[in-house]
């Protein structure tokens, strides 16, 4: 997972593909979607803590991605749509919060 973290906040990323597939998403605006490779896309949200654009790679094609993205964003539960990904990647691709960013887990203080 390739987590990224700019150095300036990104309050206005636009991601015309992302917009247009997903119109009625209310994150849209937040979101950029690239293919990186034919099986390979890159993912970045601004996270609704910091501020903070951060991106991850998925090792799926961007038409994949987008079919079952849309599975999701039509009700589909993120886990069933992502078997596949890691509930981290999940985590970020349903809020937008890395990692990095979690609240500490009170059962592990």
């Known amino acids: 997972m390739k ?6 906040p990104a309050d206005n990323v636009i991601n ?3 917009s247009n597939l997903f119109p009625n998403h209310a994150e849209a605006q937040q979101i950029e979607l690239t293919s ?7 993912f970045k949200r601004v996270s609704p803590l910091s501020g903070k ?3 991850m790679e998925l090792d799926m094609s961007l038409e994949n991605f987008c079919v079952k ?5 039509n009700g589909k539960l993120i ?23 979690f609240p500490p887990d009170p059962d592990e203080e």
């Open 69 to 73: 993205y849309k599975e999701y964003s």
């Open 79 to 101: 886990q069933d749509v992502f078997p596949e990904l890691s509930a981290a990647k999940r985590e970020f691709i349903q809020t937008g919060i890395p990692p990095a960013e």
């Open 16 to 18: 015309n593909h992302f």
């Open 3 to 8: 987590l990224t973290p700019p150095n300036t």
């Open 36 to 42: 990186v490779s034919s099986n390979r896309v890159s």
């Open 53 to 55: 654009l951060y991106e």
